[in-house]
Every structure is written in structure tokens, then in C-alpha cells.
T-cell receptor, first 109, second 114 residues
Framework: AQRVTQPEKLLSVFKGAPVELKCNYS??????LFWYVQYSRQRLQLLLR??SRESIKGFTADLNKGETSFHLKKPFAQEEDSAMYYC???????????FGKGITLSVRP | DTGVSQDPRHKITKRGQNVTFRCDPI?????LYWYRQTLGQGPEFLTY????????KSRLLSDRFSAERPKGSFSTLEIQRTEQGDSAMYLC????????????FGSGTRLTVV
């Protein structure tokens, strides 16, 4: 069975500092990895997908199959990045999403 | 179509009562998912539909829980004989078949069992 681990519950940084939100997964096949974000009082929304190799709002994430990781990074955090972030995995196109427990990012002025 | 809609937003019920939630997915999405989220946890999968067929159910979904999607459009999730442990946010999401775009989530229904 697949599993997603987000080892930290909270990351607090100052504005302008680099951010790395850790995500590790357990799955024997080729997974699809996602990061979802939930801003205060808003619904859960897709931030980025590993398959598109895109940068969204300055965030990037690289799938490292050797380390089974998909860490989310941003070089310079902004206050508006404060939110709950969830890493999620799909074990194939027809599979369901499995989420990690999430991490709260707090960016202080 | 403004996205995935869930109704009600909040529900407070007494232990032992039955409750039913509704989800209206994005109209062109043929897959619909139900998740449950408790404090400090990520969303946990409950069940999903492709059109009107229920394709998978989690072992989290006890026999007190039932979900339907009768015409392949909206879905309902019913909890019978509610327990305090059922208190959670119930999330609905939809997607296209085999989409690698992930899901579109609704705002959720927060259930409180007193």
C-alpha cells in the first residue's frame, strides 16, 4: 500500500527566507505526486504536479525516486504563502489520492 | 458551473441520529470522491465513483456509512446512528477519468456529533 509522510507539522520562517517542505513516499511502482495547499478559510486546491515540472507561485518540487521524496521548495518566502500544505500520491492514473498529514507554513513579517 | 459544491456547510447532530450530505461535482467530471478529514490529519479516502458505479470503498467506511451517485451526477453520503467519532470535515472532490491534474475539492461539510 502507498503511504505519504510529511515529517514536520509546522515550519515557521521570516519573510524572504528559503522554504523546504519535506515529503517522503512509500510506493513500489511509479507514482504521481502532487502538492495541495489550503489557505485560511479556503478549500483545498492543487498547487503543483510533479509530472508538469512547473513552478507555481515560486514553488518547485522535484521527484527524487532514489530517495522517494518530493520536497516543496521556494527560495524566498512571502507572507501570503502562509497556509497548510499537503503532499499527495496517486499510484497510477486510475488510482485515488493518498495524502500526508500536512504541514503548516507560517511566514512572519 | 462554479466548481464542486457541498451542502450543508455545517451540521450539528445528536449521537444516534442519521445525517446525509450532498455533493455536486463539476459537471464534466465523471469521477467523484469522498474524503474525511479530522484535526491534525490529512484527508483520508472513503470512497469513489466513476459515473454511477461505486468502484472502491475504504475500510474506514463502516456499514453505518453509505454513499450513492444514482444518476452519475450528484452524490450523497449518509451516516446512520452517528457517533462522536464521526465528527470531522467531509470533503468531496471530482476529476476526469485517469486525469493527472489531480482533483477539484469542495469546501466540505463539517459534522459535529454531540
Amino acid at each position: 500500500a502507498q503511504r505519504v509522510t510529511q515529517p514536520e507539522k509546522l515550519l515557521s520562517v521570516f519573510k524572504g527566507a528559503p522554504v523546504e517542505l519535506k515529503c517522503n513516499y512509500s510506493y513500489s511502482g511509479s507514482p504521481e505526486l502532487f502538492w495541495y495547499v489550503q489557505y485560511s478559510r479556503q478549500r483545498l486546491q492543487l498547487l503543483l504536479r510533479h509530472i508538469s515540472r512547473e513552478s507555481i507561485k515560486g514553488f518547485t518540487a522535484d521527484l527524487n525516486k532514489g530517495e522517494t521524496s518530493f520536497h516543496l521548495k521556494k527560495p524566498f518566502a512571502q507572507e501570503e504563502d502562509s497556509a497548510m500544505y499537503y503532499c499527495a500520491l496517486k499510484a497510477g492514473a486510475n488510482s485515488k489520492l493518498t495524502f500526508g498529514k500536512g504541514i503548516t507554513l507560517s511566514v512572519r513579517p | 458551473d462554479t466548481g464542486v459544491s457541498q451542502d450543508p456547510r455545517h451540521k450539528i447532530t445528536k449521537r444516534g441520529q442519521n445525517v446525509t450530505f450532498r455533493c455536486d461535482p463539476i459537471s464534466e467530471h465523471n469521477r467523484l470522491y469522498w474524503y474525511r478529514q479530522t484535526l491534525g490529519q490529512g484527508p483520508e479516502f472513503l470512497t469513489y465513483f466513476q459515473n454511477e458505479a461505486q468502484l472502491e470503498k475504504s475500510r474506514l467506511l463502516s456499514d453505518r456509512f453509505s454513499a450513492e451517485r444514482p444518476k452519475g451526477s450528484f452524490s450523497t453520503l449518509e451516516i446512520q446512528r452517528t457517533e462522536q467519532g464521526d465528527s470531522a470535515m467531509y470533503l468531496c472532490a471530482s476529476s476526469q477519468t485517469a486525469s493527472n491534474y489531480g482533483y477539484t475539492f469542495g469546501s466540505g461539510t463539517r459534522l459535529t456529533v454531540v
